[in-house]
């Protein structure tokens, strides 16, 4: 596709649910990253990939919190367990150059994810 | 460590007047800065970047931005402001050689008529 694509748009789970979000990169992007976007505050970095390599989870909250991009394109961040407090909106970014930083990353329209 | 501060969460200009959004930066090493527009519902899309060849950097939309190292700041501008610019800006820094990018907690412009 031409853009990055998220799926689902909007997710409403009970607590204690498990839920699975996915990214599409631009086709042939080499870097995917993963951010938390809470209410009224800017992205926070959850994790980061080069191509299947997955070289930065830092931002990671918990150990509830689980990505992977097995072959290098689609990416999936799984929650366990939700939390009322995992509430946000899930954005995911790709890259064309694997030497980074001063790429611009090229954003989906995210997921945003209700935990009731 | 980086970090981001942007100058007032919101702002609110008239159609047609200058707009100014604030941001001052803190970097160990030269940084890459940012400025990334979201619209609701919307992922962010890239406005502008510095990475050193020039300290004003003109970005779409006519919104520039300028690189202060004495100030630690990246302000940006516009001259003329149109009510197609009501949004949320974040400034954005990320060191050279790294790939992490710390975004500020925003600011989101109203456009008067």
């Known amino acids: 596709g031409a853009g990055v694509s998220q799926s689902p748009r909007y997710k409403v789970a009970k607590r204690g649910q498990d839920v699975a979000l996915r990214c599409d990169p631009i086709?042939?992007?080499?870097?995917l990253f993963w951010y938390q976007q809470a209410l009224g505050q800017g992205p926070e970095f959850l994790t980061y990939f080069q191509n299947e390599a997955q070289l930065d989870k830092s931002g990671l909250p918990s150990d509830r919190f689980f990505a992977e991009r097995p072959e290098g394109s689609v990416s999936t961040l799984k929650i366990q367990r939700t939390q009322q407090e995992d509430s946000a909106v899930y954005l995911c970014?790709?890259?064309?150059?694997?030497?980074?930083?001063?790429?611009?990353?090229?954003f989906g329209d995210g997921t945003r994810l209700s935990i009731l | 460590a980086q970090s981001v501060t942007q100058l007032g969460s919101h702002v609110s200009v008239s159609e047609g007047a200058l707009v100014l959004l604030r941001c001052n930066y803190s970097s160990s090493v030269p940084p890459y800065l940012f400025w990334y527009v979201q619209y609701p519902n919307q992922g962010l899309q890239l406005l502008l970047k510095?990475?050193?060849?020039?300290?004003l950097v003109k970005g779409i939309n006519g919104f520039e931005a300028e690189f202060k190292k004495s100030e630690t700041s990246f302000h940006l501008t516009k001259p003329s402001a149109h009510m197609s610019d009501a949004a949320e800006y974040f400034c954005?820094?990320?060191?050279?050689?790294?790939?992490?990018?710390?975004f500020g907690a925003g600011t989101r412009l109203f456009v008067k008529a």
């Open positions: 954005a820094v990320s060191e050279t050689g790294g790939f992490k990018t710390i």
């Open positions: 970014a790709s890259s064309s150059d694997s030497s980074l930083s001063n790429q611009p990353q090229h």
């Open positions: 086709s042939g992007h080499v870097s």
């Open positions: 510095y990475t050193s060849a020039a300290t």
